[in-house]
C-alpha cells in the first residue's frame, strides 16, 4: 500500500517559475529536437495545473511543434489532475459512497476533458422521464418493470460478458455514449438510475453476472440486471446463481457495499487495460483498485 500513499501525500506546491524562465521553457518547447522536449518535459509537468495557464495561449500557436507539445502537455497535466481527484475520494470515502459520483471521477482519469455536470444532467433526464411514467404508489413489481423497459427499449442496452475487457464497456461516460456495457458497468448504471429514482436497491457482482435486490418493507426481488432484467424470488435467484456458478450459496447473494462495487470496477478495468496490451493504464487502475480495498484508517 505504500505507493498508493506516496501517490496521495506527494502533491507538495512547487516553486513557481518566474516569467523569464517560462519564456525560456516556451522557447525549448518549440525546439524540433525530441530529446530537447524529453528533457524539459518533467520540468514542466512538475509545476502541476499552474503550467496550464501559461500553455494555454500556445494552443494555437502557429508554429505546429509548439501548439502539439504544448497540447499534450496540457493534456497530461489534466490527467495527472484527474487522478488525484480520483485517489482522493477513493481514500477519503467510505463504504456508502457517492457511486455515481465515483463512476464519474473514475471515467475522467480516461477521460479529462469529460465535462460531469453534462452527465449528470443526462442521467436526470433519464430519471425525469421514468418519473412522468411511473405512477404514484404504483406496485413494486410495475415499477421495476418501467425501469427495465427503459433500459432495454429508450437505452438500448446491449450488456455482455463478451465486453468484459473492452475498457469503453466499463467507464460510465462510454457506455451512456454507446449503450455497450459489460455486466458490471450495466448494473452500476442499473443502480445509479434506480437510486435517482429512490428505488431501495443494492448491487450483488458475481463472475459475469448482476443482480439488483429490490427490498422494502413489504417486497423482496432480485432482478437478472446483466441478464433480461427478470424479476426474481430469492429462491429462484438462489437456483439461478447455482447454476451458473458451481459451488455458489445463499450466503453469495449479499449485497455489495458501493465501495467494494467501485473497487470491482476498477479491478476489471485494470484486466481489460493489460488484455488492451496498456501496462500504463493496467497500472493506474491497479492503484485505483488497491486504494478502494484499503482498510479505512490503515
Same mark, same amino acid.
Given at each position: 500500500m505504500a505507493?498508493?500513499?506516496?501517490?496521495?501525500?506527494?502533491?507538495?506546491?512547487?516553486k513557481p517559475l518566474s516569467e523569464r524562465q517560462r519564456a525560456a521553457l516556451v522557447t525549448l518547447l518549440g525546439d524540433e529536437d525530441p530529446r530537447v522536449f524529453a528533457a524539459i518535459r518533467e520540468h514542466v509537468l512538475a509545476q502541476g495545473p499552474a503550467a496550464v495557464d501559461w500553455l494555454r495561449p500556445h494552443l494555437i500557436s502557429r508554429d505546429p511543434v509548439l501548439r502539439k507539445r504544448a497540447r499534450a502537455l496540457v493534456n497530461e497535466l489534466a490527467r495527472r489532475n484527474a487522478d488525484d481527484r480520483f485517489l482522493q475520494f477513493c481514500l477519503r470515502c467510505g463504504e456508502n459512497l457517492d457511486l455515481e459520483q465515483g463512476a464519474l471521477l473514475l471515467a475522467q482519469t480516461r477521460d479529462p476533458d469529460l465535462n460531469p455536470e453534462g452527465y449528470e444532467a443526462l442521467l436526470e433526464s433519464y +430519471? @425525469?422521464?421514468?418519473? =412522468?411514467?411511473?405512477?404514484?404508489?404504483?406496485?413494486?413489481?410495475?415499477?421495476l418493470h418501467l425501469l427495465n423497459a427503459f433500459f432495454q427499449n429508450d437505452l438500448t442496452l446491449l450488456c455482455s460478458p463478451e465486453f468484459a475487457l473492452w475498457p469503453n464497456a466499463n467507464y460510465l461516460n462510454r457506455v451512456l455514449d454507446t449503450s455497450v456495457a459489460s455486466p458490471l458497468a450495466g448494473g452500476l448504471l442499473y443502480l445509479i438510475l434506480g437510486r435517482r429514482l429512490g428505488l431501495p436497491l443494492t448491487g450483488i457482482w458475481l463472475p459475469d453476472l448482476f443482480l439488483c435486490r429490490f427490498q422494502s418493507s413489504t417486497a423482496e426481488f432480485f432482478i437478472d440486471v446483466s441478464g433480461d432484467g427478470a424479476l426474481l424470488s430469492r429462491a429462484t435467484a438462489v437456483r439461478m446463481v447455482r447454476s451458473r456458478i458451481p459451488g455458489s450459496r445463499e450466503a453469495d447473494l449479499k449485497p455489495a457495499t458501493e465501495r467494494q462495487l467501485l473497487a470491482a470496477l476498477c479491478a476489471q478495468l485494470? +484486466? @481489460?487495460?493489460?488484455? =488492451?496490451?496498456?501496462?500504463?493504464?493496467a497500472a493506474r487502475l491497479r492503484r485505483y483498485q488497491l486504494a478502494l480495498e484499503r482498510p479505512r484508517g490503515a
Open positions: 505507493g498508493v500513499m506516496n501517490v496521495a501525500s506527494s502533491n507538495a506546491t512547487p +430519471a @425525469a422521464t421514468l418519473r =412522468e411514467r411511473i405512477k404514484p404508489r404504483s406496485h413494486a413489481r410495475t415499477r485494470y +484486466a @481489460a487495460h493489460a488484455s =488492451e496490451g496498456e501496462p500504463e493504464e
